[in-house]
Structure formats: C-alpha cells, structure tokens
C-alpha cells in the first residue's frame, strides 16, 4: 500500500542517523544541553515541534544571554563560557534571570581561542572557544563544572535563546528554550548532535552542551538551515587538554577563581 507519513518519517531518521557525510561551513549561534544516557523514542524523534523545536524554559539560571546575541554559561561566578565567533564583536552585558527577575551584567573583558576565525569551515580548524569576564561576581547563582564527553547515543537538552519559528508563523528572538539533541560522534575536537524533539538555531551559539548538570561542550556551527531535516550540529568540546589549557589559562588571565576542570 502507499507508505504512511509516519514510515516516511521513521526512514528519514534512520537515514539522517547514518548519515556520515562532509558539512559545508555556517557559522551559527545555538543552544546549552543537559544529557542522559537514554534513547529517545522513534515518535520523539519524529515530531514536528520547534527551539527550533522544545519548550519555553525558566529553569538554568547560569545560562545566560550575551548581548553578542550569543547563549553563554557561569564557569565561575565572574567568567562565562561561550563560542569563539561570539567574542569576535565586542560584548557589553550578560543578562541572566533569576526568580524571574532578569540581571544585565557588564562585561569587563572577553578572549577568544588564539587563531580561530569563523572562516575555517564547520567544525572550525581552531577551536571555537570564547571567554567573557565579568565586572562583578554572580553570588546567587552556581557556576556549572565542566567534564568528559558523552558517549554516542546520549540523548540531550538543549537551552538557549536561538531564534524559534512558531506554529503561527511568528518568529521569536532571545526568548529561552529547551529541547532535546542527540550525539551522534565525534569530529576531531566537536561533539555532533541531530534532532531530538528540537534543534538549535541562530542565537543558540556558545551556549553548552551539558551531561547531567556539566558542560561537555559550546554551540559552534551546523551544516544546513532549518528546517531541513538532515541538520548537524557540532558543538566544540571542552574536555580535551588543549581547550583545558585555554579556559584555565585564560581564567588566571583574568585573575578569577579557578574553575573546576575535566
């Protein structure tokens, strides 16, 4: 008989989930993720929702919007861990929200990976890692850790405030949200991740990749818009030693208090 909407939707994640091809480079600003090792189910896998995908979020007050347009986290209750290609412009304020009470912070400071430029492709041939320093501490709020990398098949939450197509058309700007990712492999310093119940966009970038309630890496780019249904997304990893060696380094440079490392 004719296929149903629903074998067509199962074949294109079954596609999608092997596909293991070469990305064309978009920067992109996308979404912070909190992982589990569960699978998700094949009807999760093929809804239609939206962050692109996901729901309105209140929670995660350590992430943050950068007035970059960029999603970054408190590593330390003065430093804020974002993407490299979000430090390229100068960044004034970090805006959290707690108890519903939003909070723009200026910024005294910002670095960026040495040598990455958003030209070198998706991944980056450098690392897209960025820091902002605060001009005063985050007291209220916990800094998240960071740690190894998941393993592949972990299924994720995203957090950011990435742009969001609504049922009805509208679109929202740097409005926060959540929704699932799911890591897929490894490049040779990013973690890839597809559609869950929602996929990360522009205004998501910097925002981290979290396992459990510690980073494992920063939104960096994607291979395709949405809602193209084949989208990737790399996030740079921050487990590695080469990037350790820059957050810690970077950290002193600022002469804030060390973060907890991988």
Same mark, same amino acid.
């Given at each position: 008989?004719?296929?149903?909407?629903?074998?067509?939707?199962?074949?294109?994640?079954?596609?999608?989930?092997?596909?293991?091809?070469?990305?064309?480079?978009?920067?992109?600003?996308?979404?912070?993720?909190?992982?589990?090792?569960?699978?998700?189910?094949?009807?999760?896998?093929?809804?239609?929702?939206?962050?692109?995908?996901?729901?309105?979020?209140?929670?995660?007050?350590?992430?943050?919007?950068?007035s970059s347009g960029c999603?970054?986290?408190?590593?330390?209750?003065?430093?804020?861990?974002?993407?490299?290609?979000?430090?390229?412009?100068?960044?004034?304020?970090?805006?959290?929200?707690?108890?519903?009470?939003?909070?723009?912070?200026?910024?005294?400071?910002?670095?960026?990976?040495p040598g990455y430029s958003?030209?070198?492709?998706?991944?980056?041939?450098?690392?897209?890692?960025?820091?902002?320093?605060?001009?005063?501490?985050?007291?209220?709020? #916990?800094?998240? $850790?960071?740690?190894? =990398? %998941? +393993? !592949?098949? @972990?299924?994720?939450?995203?957090?950011?405030?990435?742009?969001?197509?609504?049922?009805?058309?509208?679109?929202?700007?740097?409005?926060?949200?959540?929704?699932?990712?799911?890591?897929?492999?490894?490049?040779?310093?990013t973690t890839t991740v597809?559609?869950?119940?929602?996929?990360?966009?522009?205004?998501?970038?910097?925002?981290?990749?979290?396992?459990?309630?510690?980073?494992?890496?920063?939104?960096?780019?994607?291979?395709?818009?949405?809602?193209?249904?084949?989208?990737?997304?790399?996030?740079?990893?921050?487990?590695?030693?080469?990037?350790?060696?820059?957050?810690? #380094?970077?950290? $002193?440079?600022?002469? =804030? %208090? +060390? !973060?907890? @490392?991988?």
């Amino acid at each position: 008989g004719a296929e149903t909407t629903v074998s067509r939707r199962r074949r294109l994640i079954r596609r999608r989930m092997k596909r293991a091809a070469l990305f064309a480079a978009l920067a992109l600003p996308l979404f912070a993720v909190a992982c589990t090792a569960e699978q998700p189910s094949e009807e999760a896998t093929t809804t239609t929702s939206e962050i692109q995908g996901g729901v309105a979020e209140t929670g995660h007050p350590a992430i943050g919007l950068l007035s970059s347009g960029c999603t970054g986290t408190l590593i330390t209750p003065t430093v804020v861990l974002t993407a490299g290609h979000c430090v390229a412009s100068t960044v004034r304020t970090f805006t959290i929200t707690v108890d519903g009470v939003k909070r723009a912070i200026p910024v005294a400071a910002q670095k960026g990976f040495p040598g990455y430029s958003s030209w070198g492709g998706c991944p980056a041939t450098k690392r897209d890692l960025g820091l902002v320093k605060l001009s005063q501490a985050v007291t209220d709020v #916990a800094p998240l $850790a960071m740690a190894d =990398a %998941p +393993a !592949t098949g @972990t299924q994720c939450l995203a957090v950011g405030y990435g742009v969001h197509n609504t049922p009805s058309g509208s679109v929202e700007h740097q409005t926060k949200r959540s929704a699932t990712e799911l890591v897929t492999g490894y490049a040779e310093h990013t973690t890839t991740v597809v559609w869950g119940d929602g996929v990360a966009d522009h205004g998501d970038s910097g925002g981290p990749l979290l396992f459990g309630d510690a980073i494992v890496g920063t939104v960096s780019c994607q291979n395709a818009a949405y809602p193209n249904p084949n989208r990737v997304v790399h996030y740079e990893r921050v487990d590695q030693q080469e990037a350790v060696d820059f957050i810690n #380094a970077t950290i $002193a440079a600022f002469g =804030a %208090p +060390a !973060t907890a @490392t991988p």
